[in-house]
């Protein structure tokens, strides 16, 4: 099992949908989540981190679910611009290891 | 401003040439790695360092050297035992080494062997 997976999609919706995407990580012992959003031939961005809690951001909700081992991204009233690629990155465990990327969910956001 | 910068954005090589990425950061960041992406792939570790004069090899290190004789630079040497070098590279930093940072992108270089 790969240690973060994604579907790569695509996704199509058409403005205003609610469209969610999932990951799961192999790893239980990872520490940290977080969502980065990548457009095409650009660098990735951090869209935001995955907390125990789960965590809003105006129209972004991510939930962490340690039970099951995966994330959620869940974005509502979805905008043309939303049209990205979507990384699912976890950190390992607790020492000194870099963040693993999952390949990435892409979505088009259709008018 | 505060970044991460790659140079240059593009790269031609020849094949059988060594080639040098440059990637400069001017966040205080004790930890910068190297990534690669090639197209509709995720991305993969070539190399990280999280202090001076210290790094380690990530998941795909053969044919590539890098070095970390300053806080803020992270130079990736491309050298021609890199079989199939023609990616999209990203210099990536975060503030520590503990987990939990979030990691900052540079801009990237692609890289094209002719």
């Known amino acids: 099992r790969k240690e973060v997976e994604q579907d790569p999609g695509p996704f199509n919706v058409p403005e205003g949908a609610t469209v969610a995407f999932n990951c799961t990580y192999s790893?239980?012992?990872?520490?940290?989540f977080f969502w980065y959003r990548q457009d095409c031939r650009k660098e990735p961005k951090l869209l935001m981190s995955?907390?125990?809690s789960g965590n809003e951001d105006g129209r972004f909700t991510a939930q962490l679910n340690r039970a099951s081992q995966y994330i959620s991204l869940l974005i509502r009233d979805s905008k043309l611009s939303d049209s990205a690629t979507y990384l699912c990155?976890?950190?390992?465990?607790?020492?000194?290891?870099?963040?693993?990327f999952g390949k990435g969910t892409r979505l088009s956001v259709i008018a | 401003d505060g970044g991460i910068t790659q140079s240059p954005k593009y790269l031609f090589r020849k094949e059988g040439q060594n080639v040098t990425l440059s990637c400069e950061q001017n966040?205080?960041?004790?930890?910068m790695y190297w990534y690669r992406q090639d197209p509709g792939q995720g991305l993969r570790l070539i190399y990280y360092?999280?202090?001076?004069?210290?790094?380690q090899k990530g998941d795909i290190a053969e044919g590539y050297s890098v070095s970390r004789e300053k806080k803020e630079s992270f130079p990736l040497t491309v050298t021609s035992a890199q079989k199939n070098p023609t990616a999209f590279y990203l210099c990536?930093?975060?503030?520590?080494?503990?987990?939990?940072?979030?990691?900052?992108f540079g801009q990237g270089t692609r890289l094209t062997v002719v």
């Open positions: 990536a930093s975060s503030a520590d080494r503990r987990a939990g940072t979030e990691a900052f």
């Open positions: 995955v907390y125990s």
């Open positions: 790893n239980s012992a990872s520490q940290s």
């Open positions: 966040l205080n960041h004790d930890a």
């Open positions: 990155v976890v950190t390992p465990n607790s020492g000194n290891t870099p963040l693993v």
């Open positions: 360092s999280q202090i001076v004069n210290d790094f």
